[in-house]
């Protein structure tokens, strides 16, 4: 692993190494080793074009096998990663969440129309006074880059002061015990965005309504935020050991457009992955594809994020919030008009990206389907866009990591629709 420089006075050294000296102390037995503790980490060669041969496993993920979908027969071969770290059952399930932010209960991760215990659940139940959710329960994420490779690093405790928590961290820089992420693309129901199985997506609502939508839920519901999205793609490309998702986990509904509003423009209806388990794909590309409990990461429709906007081509973030559609108090991490040259709409397929704290963000797009991060990516800089990511049922290939920064937050159409996220609730 490259070695990296940091340059600091020693006052900033001292409390760093006294920080990191605690938090491992507080880790270790009588014998010096960590208890419990492990790093699954890829370096990704700047350099290199071939989307598997790029990545190198890390740490404890040395020697592992990598997780992908057995297409030839129907199942997911999760590799060594079965029940392992942020894949584990306790670190990621499928649940009922009441509109008060806390947990009802668990379905069961191999038929959701089921709870745990066996029982029916509501996963279906447009009264269910909530919505159907994935948990993403604690986990640190490292991100950084080099001259030569970029680092992504998940770890169950944190490491150094490298490593953020930011994906549930709430709008007051508390860190959350996790987040939870609408399993379905949401629905609206009696002017409320509800996750619930069996139903057909919203659509042609503008960001704000869309948020008004989301927040009738309840004040502790959002927009699924940047930093949420950043890291289970984070974890996907990990667990795969690759920057091409669509083959490792499922091509999505990236095909399957009808220009018929009867139809749903083609756009699946929720459910139709309910007893395929924690992740589940197919080579077709007119069919859902599911990560980690979550339907449609890609494909399907547009999903809109809160936390990353583009003005006048100036990449702008918030990592946990509080959130707007003007990137108001937004740190900025790129300047594409200054780095790039560009004063016009561009996009294509994303080649070179940068690696930092804030996630990874492509700065080039001369790539190809096939090469590089096999993805799109598109942006205006003559506007203030709010982020929207993974494609819809029209994208064909370009769906899967494209990052899409070329509309305002006043746009609408079929092919959007918001996420729908809320944090963990502090432990009593």
């Not at 050294?13 to 419990?36: Q, V």
């Not at 950084?144 to 930011?166: F, L, P």
């Not at 939508?213 to 699924?224: F, L, M, R, V």
Request: with cysteine.
């Amino acid at each position: 692993m490259a070695e990296r420089i940091y340059i600091a006075d020693k006052e900033t050294l001292d409390k760093t190494h006294a920080n990191t000296t605690a938090i491992l102390a507080s880790l270790e037995d009588p014998d010096g080793k960590h208890k419990n503790a492990v790093r699954y980490g890829i370096k990704i060669s700047k350099t290199e074009s071939n989307p598997k041969n790029r990545v190198t496993y890390l740490y404890d993920a040395e020697g592992m096998t990598p997780a992908a979908m057995d297409y030839t027969n129907g199942v997911f071969n999760y590799g060594s990663w079965e029940g392992v770290g942020f894949a584990a059952p306790d670190k990621n399930y499928p649940c009922m969440v009441k509109y008060d932010g806390t947990e009802a209960y668990k379905l069961n991760p191999n038929d959701y129309s089921k709870k745990a215990d066996g029982s029916t659940s509501e996963v279906s139940d447009l009264n269910f006074g909530g919505n159907a959710m994935a948990a993403f329960v604690g986990g640190w994420l490292c991100q950084y880059e080099t001259a030569t490779d970029e680092y992504i690093i998940w770890s169950n405790v944190r490491w150094d002061d490298s490593y953020n928590a930011e994906h549930r961290t709430d709008a007051n820089g508390v860190e959350r015990p996790g987040f939870y992420r609408r399993i379905y693309i949401p629905t609206l129901y009696n002017n409320v965005a509800r996750s619930i199985s069996g139903q057909l997506s919203m659509y042609s609502k503008n960001a704000t309504q869309e948020r008004t939508y989301i927040k009738a839920n309840g004040d502790n519901w959002e927009h699924t935020s940047w930093s949420e999205y950043n890291y289970i793609i984070s974890l996907l490309k990990i667990m795969a050991k690759t920057d091409d998702l669509k083959t490792a986990y499922g091509k999505g509904n990236m095909n399957g457009y009808v220009n018929d509003a009867a139809q749903h423009y083609g756009v699946l209806q929720a459910g139709t992955l309910d007893t395929q388990g924690q992740f589940f794909g197919y080579t077709a590309t007119n069919k859902q594809v599911k990560v980690f409990h979550t339907e449609a990461i890609w494909g399907d429709q547009w999903e809109r994020l809160v936390g990353l906007i583009c003005k006048n081509g100036k990449l702008l973030v918030s990592m946990h919030g509080p959130y707007n559609f003007t990137g108001e108090g937004y740190h900025e991490i790129y300047d594409y008009v200054e780095k790039t040259g560009i004063t016009a709409a561009t996009g294509g397929w994303a080649r070179d990206s940068i690696c930092t704290e804030y996630g990874r963000i492509t700065v080039t797009w001369n790539g190809a389907s096939n090469t590089y991060l096999t993805a799109y990516f598109y942006i205006n800089p003559t506007i203030t866009a709010v982020a929207l990511v993974g494609g819809h049922a029209s994208h064909g290939a370009r769906c899967g990591f494209y990052v899409y920064l070329s509309v305002s937050a006043g746009n609408a159409g079929w092919s959007i629709a918001p996420g729908l996220s809320s944090k963990m609730p502090l432990a009593a």
